[in-house]
């Protein structure tokens, strides 16, 4: 959450119009610091001043995101296993991100270290021609960059120690440049097809992550019950305590 703070505000960013604040890395820590912060709340006030009430939510909020883990592993798969034209909405939205790409600093490093990182260009299965929908590298006659038809230096096979900005230089005109002679100088892969490559390759490693996820989850649910039980069986053990006590002390009535 402070990291999301200071990246929005320490830096004082200047957000342009075409800025969609969904693909800003900076609101993806402020959510999830919040969420984490407001339930790990709700577990400290119930556990340490044995309010069930905040028990109650904070187990409920741990179930809630264990259901929602669920629901995006089994759609994650879903997906994965689809043909590529049953992934264009999700391709389209994610393509924002190029579109965009320019417009934040944030935005242009994450996407620079994804495409070096996975060794891919572009989003979707388009690969490296998703480039064209920005507006830098749009191979329109009309655009007067001179990176128009271009890629950025991420998508370029060989990476140097000092970025060649110019290797990506005219790799997205069609009309003069074949994908057999682009391949040797950038990557021509979209960077989702070659994440759900990485999660195949690594199909042991994601489902014992996605396993120790949902089961320290679990423990917490566990806890969280297993302590509101206890609390009510004392609380219970109290009142039939103090009627014993009240009864014991109650004076005979005399006849």
Sequence with gaps: MLMGGYLLTVKVRILRRYVDLTFDPAVFFIVVGCLVFVIAGFGCVGALGENKN????????LSGIVVA???????AFVWSTSTPPNRSGVENILRRAVVIYRDDPDMEHLINTIQSSLSCCGISSRGYLDWQHNAY???SPLNPSRERCGAPYSCCREQRRLPNGMCGYGV???????LPSVEPVIYT???LQALIALARKNSVLVSLLSAVTVGSLAVGIAGSWLLIKSITSQRRAVVWESAAAATTLRPESTV
């Design 69 to 75: 883990v669920v629901l995006v592993a089994v759609l």
């Design 189 to 191: 892969q979209g960077c």
């Design 172 to 178: 997205t005109d069609t009309t003069k440049r074949t």
């Design 54 to 61: 905040f028990l109650c939510l904070y187990g409920f909020s």
């Design 137 to 139: 590298f749009n191979c």
